[in-house]
């Protein structure tokens, strides 16, 4: 049984710090992308970051790089994301997925979410 599980999630002020993580279970985490997305209601889902099997190569977007970290510990097949300088607009629900190939336009799994709220 697959499982994605994200944790960390949670209330914090303009410039604060948090550490989300995404524990996984039941496929060969070490074969995949992962990534984390996010997505504020009624808005569309926003990539945030990616990371490929081994974590040689990373990506993030515009709106957090230079902010946000992404890694991942294959022995422990979790994904990280550490998020530092918030700001109000990072506030969303962050959902980790998996994609076994980079190319492939849907994803394979992802989680079922925690909310990140930032607030002056």
């Known amino acids: 049984q697959v499982q994605l599980v994200e944790s960390g999630g949670s209330s914090v002020h303009t410039g604060g710090s948090l550490r989300l993580s995404c524990a996984a279970s039941?496929?060969?985490?070490?074969?995949?992308?992962m990534y984390w997305v996010r997505q504020v209601p009624g808005k569309d889902v926003e990539w945030v970051s990616n990371?490929?099997?081994?974590?040689?190569?990373?990506s993030y977007s515009d709106a957090v790089k230079g902010r946000f970290t992404i890694s991942r510990d294959n022995a422990k097949k979790i994904l990280y994301l550490q998020m530092d300088r918030l700001k109000s607009e990072d506030t969303a629900v962050y959902f980790c997925?998996?994609?076994?190939?980079?190319?492939?336009?849907?994803?394979?799994?992802r989680g079922q979410g925690t909310q990140v709220t930032v607030s002056s």
């Open positions: 039941g496929f060969e985490f070490a074969w995949y992308w």
């Open positions: 997925a998996a994609k076994r190939y980079y190319v492939n336009s849907d994803y394979d799994y």
């Open positions: 990371i490929n099997g081994d974590g040689q190569v990373l």
